[in-house]
């Protein structure tokens, strides 16, 4: 008989895996890594730059916390970050493209620490953005929380994709359908898929000791996106302006814990 080992957590009959309570120390190594990266790319993110120096920049700081680019090597990837620029929904790969004064962008960053996952995105801003682009991303960053905030025991995945779709529609701005969050711990994409958009009391039963991301696109203008000829790039087929955060949780008895909070306090581009 197999001794038991690392991985003597349960597995729901959705598939989802129920971790330990001391699973939650890894995590939070992990989420805290991916964070404090994203703080610190903060203040290179200016109009001039180009999107391939800041994951030069993050790429040596995953090295500098003695951490690993969950995503170079990741099916044929090749790059520490994705970095989507104004239409650019998600998956965006660095390059030789130079920001101009009033592009968003995202940047997600996923790294492994001592096995555990931490993937988190965050909106940033080169210079100024437009009324309607700051709209974009408060609304965003809201719809985000307000997920988080429908993570509890007893509550299920259909409530926290409802919570982000009403008030993304509320805002009259749309919810991305063709992406999704996932499940994560000792592996980068797990189940389930959480989706960003469902009615209450549908879906997977939420349960304490699940770790999954939560990480809506929303777009100004139609929910539609394609792919790019180079297999990663996903844009909205309006070119409207998307945007998206993205945070690792944990449920626990009470709710979730967030395991990529910022510790700079700078997780919105209007903060710090
Ligand atoms: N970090 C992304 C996510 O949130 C996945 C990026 S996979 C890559 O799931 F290969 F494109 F980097
Ligand atoms: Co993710
Ligand atoms: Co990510």
Not at 32 to 37: F, G, K, N, Y
Not at 151 to 157: D, M, Y
């Amino acid at each position: 008989m197999r001794m038991e080992g690392h991985f003597r957590g349960r597995i729901t009959k959705d598939g989802i895996r129920i971790h330990e309570e001391a699973d939650f120390a890894g995590m939070r190594a992990a989420g805290r890594v991916a964070a404090t990266i994203l703080d610190e790319v903060a203040p290179l993110v200016q109009p001039g730059v180009t999107t391939e120096a800041l994951d030069d920049f993050v790429r040596a700081r995953v090295a500098a916390h003695g951490a690993i680019s969950a995503t170079i090597g990741y099916k044929g990837y090749r790059h520490a970050t994705c970095i989507s620029v104004n239409h650019v929904v998600c998956h965006g790969i660095p390059g030789p493209k130079v920001l101009k004064a009033g592009d968003i962008l995202n940047i997600d960053v996923t790294v492994i620490v001592d096995g555990w996952y931490g993937d988190s995105s965050r909106m940033y801003v080169a210079g100024e953005a437009t009324r309607k682009a700051e709209r974009l991303i408060e609304v965003t960053h809201e719809a985000l929380m307000r997920g988080i905030a429908a993570v509890r025991p007893g509550n299920t995945f259909g409530d926290i994709g409802h919570a982000i779709q009403t008030h993304v529609e509320a805002n009259r701005m749309s919810v991305v359908r063709d992406f999704c969050g996932h499940g994560l711990g000792r592996v980068f994409h797990a189940p389930p898929n959480v989706l960003h958009y469902g009615r209450p009391g549908t879906g997977p039963v939420l349960e304490e000791g699940m770790f999954f991301t939560i990480e809506p696109m929303v777009n100004l203008g139609r929910p539609e996106t394609k792919v790019l000829a180079d297999d990663w790039t996903a844009v909205t087929r309006d070119k409207s302006l998307s945007a998206q955060f993205e945070h690792s949780v944990g449920v626990t008895a009470e709710g979730a814990e967030i395991f990529t909070l910022s510790p700079a306090g700078r997780f919105h581009p209007t903060w710090g």
